[in-house]
């Protein structure tokens, strides 16, 4: 029982984090899932197989996340298109248990494959999920090995299931009237416990903040790290149940139940100071909703953990800030600097194994000649 109640623990908040970009069922890819393929009650949940999603190298997997908006819509639209609100890329280096999550501004400007230059998002509605994923794949330089998309509908189902979240909201008032039915944001400034409704509400807002979506990526990582701690409460065991079948509801992913479990129980074993997120280096211009990004910056900021695992010893800098320093930096400025100081001590810990593993060797090498020897 321990062992599902690790697997669901996980479910759970990447089931949240699906709808902002992170969670998992399975389904082939471009397919729905159907009744036959559903866990309907916790009773059918056993132990599985643990299929690993990491082969024998250990090599970094990355995994796409999208949030699927599917509200109808007062304008013309086709009605089979599904808009792409949130995008963002999971990689996983499991040999030294270190996650990244790059979220990519649904509003960065790239030429997508058989079209002109449009906005990210609309590689979804325009091609489905393969079309996201080579737009993807192009754009950072890397190898997608699986993909997750979830709706919103399974934020508010989720977190009125978990009890609510306690968030602090900014003073904001705002009607959408292109929406069906009109989407109505009314919050006071100040410490609020939200409901499934309220939440959804309070992670589409935009507007408000100076850089708009870049500001509201940032509201979601922090939602997503409350939601991580409050899943790890015991209490969440008697919401199992509920949680599948939310879970069933609303996910399509192109991996097996095998693999989702191994994920899943290797998920729960990570410590939240493991999981960094970051947004796609990029840039706005005055008078343009646009974000417009640098592919060779792209590519580099998508391949750090390839870099650090493969250059330990490439330190550009030696990182070092008072604390005097960090406080006198912007909030971007000091989770950068603190990032780097994190990527030193990563690059520190890979070079002192390789140290140790290669006098381990030459002991090993040393007794077998002294042996011999004799």
Known sequence: ????????????????????????????????????????????????????????????????????????????????????????????????DRVRLISIPRDTYYKIKGYDNYRMNAAYSRGGIDLQVSSVEDLLGIKISHYV??????????????????????????????????????????????????????????KIYKDQDLDRIKAQQDFIMKIFDKMKSPKMLLKLPKLVSIANKHIETD???????????????????????????????????????DKKDAVYQASELERLRNNPDDQEEVIYYTEEELA????????????????????ERIKEEGIQENSSNEDSNSNRTSNNSN
């Open 1 to 96: 029982m321990k062992y599902i109640y690790r697997i669901f623990v996980f479910l759970t908040v990447i089931l949240l984090l699906g709808a902002l970009g992170l969670t998992f069922i399975f389904a082939p890819r471009g397919q729905k899932l159907t009744n036959e393929n559903k866990i309907n009650n916790k009773e059918e949940v056993q132990e599985p197989e643990k299929i690993s999603i990491f082969n024998e190298e250990e090599d970094i997997v990355n995994i796409l996340l999208i949030g699927i908006d599917s509200s109808d819509v007062t304008y013309e639209v086709d009605e089979n298109s599904k808009r792409a609100d949130t995008i963002m890329v999971l990689s996983i280096d499991p040999k030294y």
């Open 149 to 206: 998309t979830v709706n919103y509908e399974a934020v508010e189902e989720l977190v009125d299931a978990i009890g609510g979240v306690e968030v602090y909201t900014p003073e904001y008032k705002y009607t959408d009237p292109s929406t069906v039915p009109p989407l109505e944001i009314d919050f006071e400034e100040g410490l609020h416990l939200l409901d499934g409704k309220e939440s959804v509400k309070y992670l589409r807002i935009r």
């Open 255 to 293: 991996m097996n139940y095998g693999q989702l479990s191994y994920l899943a129980y290797y998920g729960v074993s990570l410590d939240k100071e493991n999981i960094d997120m970051k947004t796609l280096v990029g840039h706005m211009k005055k008078g343009s909703p646009l974000y417009y990004v």
């Open 328 to 347: 006198n930096m912007t909030d971007a400025e000091r989770a950068e600097a603190e990032q780097k100081m994190r990527d030193r001590e990563l690059r």
